[in-house]
């Protein structure tokens, strides 16, 4: 044999021992990553939820407040100024008081006021009414009606029939008191025919969560 094939002859042999000993690696390699351990975790989370309400509460004196959820439990507001309710006539105006909060607990929402009956045929025709928002809880007079900060609400002169436009907020938890000073008066223009007519007229506080 002569020294080129034997060159050749150990080339070869020493090819095939080196890619012997590389395919055992790969198969070291791959036992390895199979019998790799793992691990799992994970996380959780919960939430309780209740759900809260939302209630007004009324008052003819700015102070002790109750509900009257309906036209059946309406309170009836303490009117007096110029003229007794009871009697009135031409060019007497009187005036009464009704705050609205809401109850605690309660959220936060607004409240509209709404002329929800009108009696036509009776004294209705011939009252007009205005209503302000005043900032005490005060509306016995004149100067209650027109005291500094005073809001109108329902402009003067309107029919009985007339509801607002806008709404008032009341803050969640009784946290504030909207005060409504009602004038109710008879034009001096009006003639005998309201005299001796009655009339009971009732007015909705909507209120509208927010």
Same mark, same amino acid.
């Given at each position: 044999?002569?020294?080129?094939?034997?060159?050749?002859?150990?080339?070869?042999?020493?090819?095939?021992?080196?890619?012997?000993?590389?395919?055992?690696?790969?198969?070291?390699?791959?036992?390895?990553?199979?019998?790799?351990?793992?691990?799992?975790?994970?996380?959780?989370?919960?939430?309780?939820?209740?759900?809260?309400?939302?209630?007004?509460?009324?008052?003819?004196?700015?102070?002790?407040?109750?509900?009257?959820?309906?036209?059946?439990?309406?309170?009836?507001? +303490?009117?007096?100024?110029?003229?007794?309710?009871?009697?009135?006539?031409?060019?007497?105006?009187?005036?009464?008081?009704?705050?609205?909060?809401?109850?605690?607990?309660?959220?936060?929402?607004?409240?509209?006021? +709404?002329?929800?009956?009108?009696?036509?045929?009776?004294?209705?025709?011939?009252?007009?009414?205005?209503?302000?928002?005043?900032?005490?809880?005060?509306?016995?007079?004149?100067?209650?009606?027109?005291?500094?900060?005073?809001?109108?609400?329902?402009?003067?002169?309107?029919?009985?029939?007339?509801?607002?436009?806008?709404?008032?907020?009341?803050?969640?938890?009784?946290?504030?008191?909207?005060?409504?000073?009602?004038?109710? +008066?008879?034009?001096?223009?009006?003639?005998?025919?309201?005299?001796?007519?009655?009339?009971?007229?009732?007015?909705?506080?909507?209120?509208?969560?927010?």
């Amino acid at each position: 044999m002569t020294r080129r094939r034997l060159r050749t002859r150990r080339r070869g042999l020493a090819l095939r021992r080196i890619r012997a000993v590389l395919a055992g690696g790969l198969v070291l390699g791959v036992g390895a990553t199979v019998t790799l351990a793992s691990w799992n975790d994970g996380e959780y989370a919960t939430g309780t939820f209740t759900a809260g309400k939302f209630d007004v509460v009324g008052s003819i004196n700015g102070t002790a407040f109750a509900s009257h959820a309906t036209a059946g439990t309406a309170i009836a507001m +303490t009117f007096a100024a110029a003229a007794d309710a009871a009697a009135l006539a031409p060019g007497k105006t009187v005036y009464a008081l009704f705050s609205v909060k809401t109850a605690n607990p309660s959220v936060a929402g607004t409240v509209k006021l +709404t002329a929800s009956t009108y009696a036509s045929g009776t004294l209705a025709d011939y009252l007009t009414y205005g209503v302000k928002t005043v900032t005490a809880a005060q509306c016995a007079s004149a100067a209650d009606y027109a005291a500094a900060g005073s809001t109108v609400v329902i402009a003067d002169g309107s029919a009985l029939s007339t509801s607002a436009t806008a709404s008032q907020t009341v803050t969640a938890n009784g946290g504030n008191q909207v005060n409504y000073c009602f004038a109710i +008066t008879m034009p001096s223009t009006v003639g005998n025919g309201a005299q001796g007519l009655a009339l009971t007229q009732t007015w909705q506080f909507a209120a509208t969560s927010s």
